[in-house]
């Protein structure tokens, strides 16, 4: 059974940086895809980045460009999300998911998902 497990949340002043890391385990599997989500209290959980497996395309909800890059390294099956210029607004518990069937930029497309890592922004 695949289990994605995420590392690299806390707590940073505004204007600062994280790098958020999800490792895949748990056999063997394809991955078309994988992406990064986030969700406030109180909010639904909403697109952040995504990457394709093979062709390393990407993808950005477009409050975050140019502050964040998601990258993946193929031999670890792991992805990570560089964010910089950190700001309140982002915080949220980022969720890592994988294989999307459907719009890859809405939550009810992914059907494996990481517990979740804590990011708060201080202003």
């Known amino acids: 059974q695949v289990q994605l497990v995420e590392s690299g949340g806390g707590l940073v002043q505004a204007g600062g940086s994280l790098r958020l890391s999800c490792a895949a385990s748990?056999?063997?599997?394809?991955?078309?895809?994988m992406a990064w989500f986030r969700q406030a209290p109180g909010k639904e959980r909403e697109f952040v980045s995504a990457i394709h497996w093979d062709s390393g395309s990407t993808w950005y909800e477009d409050s975050v460009k140019g502050r964040f890059t998601i990258s993946r390294d193929h031999a670890k099956i792991e992805v990570y999300l560089h964010m910089k210029n950190l700001k309140p607004e982002d915080t949220a518990v980022y969720y890592c998911?994988?294989?999307?069937?459907?719009?890859?930029?809405?939550?009810?497309?992914?059907?494996?998902w990481g517990q979740g890592t804590q990011v708060t922004v201080s202003s």
């Open positions: 998911a994988a294989d999307p069937d459907g719009d890859f930029r809405s939550y009810k497309s992914w059907d494996r």
């Open positions: 748990g056999g063997t599997f394809y991955i078309g895809g």
